[in-house]
């Protein structure tokens, strides 16, 4: 099956920094999607991106299927952006996730 | 437009107990999946559902976990007998199923301890 990686595995931020977040998937896709889980466990769908560019707020995501990654970018973080960011991919049928990075925005 | 529902919000049982959880989707979803999330992991597909055929049921544990999900809108998982390895997340999640290709919506889950 398809094998997903996301890196960092852990990232710690002071309020207003950037970052990004990367997902390297193994084979080609036609569905990849980010979440973020937040502390009390619910998962957030934040975008539908399985090429291109889409940005929403501070948040923005640019995925090159052709080279197999996926990049999540945050700009001006908030305390509230903490939690856990999720990469899922799909080719068919069985979207799959990767292990994840953790989030911490510190005030 | 009400999200994913899903119940109970924790259960805590002891293994060889058998238990169930309940998940109605957002209406007119076709697609309805259950996942399964342990403590530091991504979710894991256990079981996906198109109305109420199974598309995928390839990871799941066949010997003691089932799912229904009867007039393609409620589905229930069910584990029995539970093992200590199944403490985790169940995480229902549903999407369209107009296309191949779907945001998935997930509800909040129901955290299962077992001791």
């Known amino acids: 099956g398809i094998q997903v990686e996301q890196s960092p595995p852990d990232l710690i931020l002071q309020e207003g920094a950037n970052s990004t977040l990367r997902c390297n998937f193994s084979d080609s896709v036609n569905n990849l999607q980010w979440f973020h889980q937040n502390p009390w466990g619910q998962l957030i769908n934040l975008f539908y991106i399985p090429s291109g560019t889409k940005q929403n707020g501070r948040l923005s995501a640019t995925t090159v299927a052709t080279e197999r990654y996926s990049l999540l970018y945050i700009s001006s973080s908030q305390t509230t952006d903490s939690g856990v960011y999720f990469c899922a991919v799909e080719l068919r049928i069985d979207m799959r996730f990767g292990a994840g990075t953790r989030l911490t925005v510190k005030p | 437009e009400a999200g994913v529902a899903q119940s109970p919000r924790y259960k805590i049982i002891e293994k060889r107990q058998s238990v169930a959880f309940w998940c109605n989707p957002i209406s007119g979803h076709a697609t309805l999946y259950w996942y399964q999330q342990i403590l530091g992991q991504g979710p894991k597909l256990l079981i996906q559902?198109?109305?109420?055929?199974?598309?995928?049921d390839s990871q799941l544990p066949k010997d003691r976990f089932s799912a229904e999900r009867l007039k393609g809108v409620d589905s229930t998982l069910k584990i029995q007998p539970a093992k200590l390895e199944d403490s985790a997340v169940y995480l229902c999640?549903?999407?369209?199923?107009?296309?191949?290709?779907?945001?998935?919506?997930f509800g909040s889950g129901t955290q299962l301890s077992v001791l």
């Open positions: 999640a549903s999407s369209s199923g107009q296309g191949t290709n779907e945001k998935l919506f």
């Open positions: 559902f198109q109305n109420n055929g199974v598309v995928d």
